[in-house]
């Protein structure tokens, strides 16, 4: 605050009426604008409103009254003070003033002293309801810095994660980043939003972090695995989500992508067999995306394949294995090598799928 001297508005149809408590207030070392009506109130805080702390009204004035002006002055100039100038018979009124906000009121005749202390102690409410103002404010600021910081320590432990995974096996190492470009890519070909194409990202960047548990001498196997060796290897998508879940207990979502990634639209994937619409959309399309990144990755005992093998890989099991709707958005956001897809209706699909499998195109076309 300034050393500049409180300023205060009077308005008062009556000239005389508004010369008294004008000078009043001057002499308790205010300094005072004076208005005759509502509008001309109104036109001199259009201008002045950032000196003005106090407006005090007149409350039967022609054209405007001043419970009107009052409204208007909080309405438009939160940060000014109101308060009311009433004849004893207009109390009621004056009361009902004071609940919609005007700070206090001043009956007429004015007792000279009593109008200073009134006026003093409007202002002294204004300041703290100022000062609670500018609190909320900050505390809203603040609470804004806690919970970016609490999101980035949140995609801190998340890297720490993929790091800790890919120390361990050196397959993954970039495996989890490009599913997640490949896996976001799709999602936007299919029109979903930017909050899922997010949740999505995320969901894809960690989908192997259930490795971690795995065995190295099957995790690392150069060779062919044997069948409860795969079985091992396959935990990994619920070891994965018990490790998550505390983390992410806001994005059941994200959670969702990697327990499913391994599930299949025919009913035969893992770890719980869910069939068509049961698969979560958001683990289909990170399935997709990890099944094409691991052709044509290549492990060491099988080759790399081409991008154009590999989506034409993806076609064929479109409908057993993939949801066709997102093997067609897969190649529309990565098209180049994958131009000629072969064409998979839903006609096709639902002959592939066993009887009873309900299956819905999302974002397709
Ligand atoms: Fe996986």
């Not at 100039?77 to 308060?83: A, E, I, K, L, S």
């Not at 006026?119 to 703290?128: F, P, S, Y």
């Not at 432990?157 to 995974?165: E, I, T």
């Not at 000629?340 to 397709?364: C, D, F, N, Y």
Request: proline fraction near 4%.
């Amino acid at each position: 605050m300034s050393d500049s001297p409180v300023t205060c508005v009077v308005v008062d149809d009556e000239a005389s009426v508004r010369a008294v408590v004008a000078r009043v207030l001057e002499g308790a070392g205010y300094r005072v604008f004076q208005a005759g009506s509502a509008a001309e109130a109104l036109r001199l805080l259009e201008r002045e409103h950032a000196h003005v702390e106090l407006v005090i009204s007149d409350l039967q004035m022609p054209a405007m009254d001043g419970a009107q002006l009052l409204q208007r002055v909080r309405h438009r100039w939160p940060h000014v003070g109101t308060m009311i100038v009433t004849a004893v018979s207009e109390l009621k009124t004056a009361v009902e003033l004071l609940q919609a906000g005007a700070y206090d009121y001043i009956t007429k005749p004015f007792d000279v002293d009593e109008v200073v202390a009134r006026v003093r102690q409007a202002l002294d409410k204004r300041r703290l309801v100022s000062e609670n103002r500018s609190y909320q404010l900050h505390l809203a600021e603040l609470v804004r810095q806690q919970a970016v910081r609490i999101e980035e320590l949140f995609l801190e432990a998340v890297q720490m994660l993929v790091q800790a995974l890919e120390a361990k096996d050196a397959y993954t190492r970039g495996h989890s980043a490009r599913v997640s470009a490949y896996a976001g890519g799709t999602a936007r070909a299919m029109g979903l939003t930017d909050g899922d194409v997010e949740v999505i990202e995320l969901g894809a960047e960690l989908h192997d972090v259930g490795k971690i548990g795995v065995r190295e001498s099957v995790l690392l196997k150069p060779s062919r695995l044997t069948e409860e060796e795969y079985r091992h290897i396959m935990e990994h998508t619920v070891i994965g989500a018990g490790i998550l879940a505390p983390l992410f207990k806001n994005a059941p979502q994200a959670l969702a992508i990697v327990r499913s990634h391994h599930e299949r639209l025919d009913g035969k994937g893992v770890p719980d067999g869910l069939a068509g619409d049961q698969v979560p959309l958001y683990a289909r399309v990170v399935c997709v995306a990890d099944a094409f990144d691991a052709m044509t990755s290549g492990r060491t005992y099988r080759g790399a394949r081409s991008p154009k093998e590999a989506v034409a890989e993806l076609a064929a099991n479109a409908g057993s294995q993939f949801d066709p709707a997102v093997v067609e958005a897969f190649v529309r956001a990565h098209e180049g090598d994958a131009k000629r897809l072969p064409i998979v209706t839903p006609q096709v699909v639902r002959r592939r799928l066993p009887e009873g499998i309900a299956w819905t195109p999302v974002g397709a076309g």
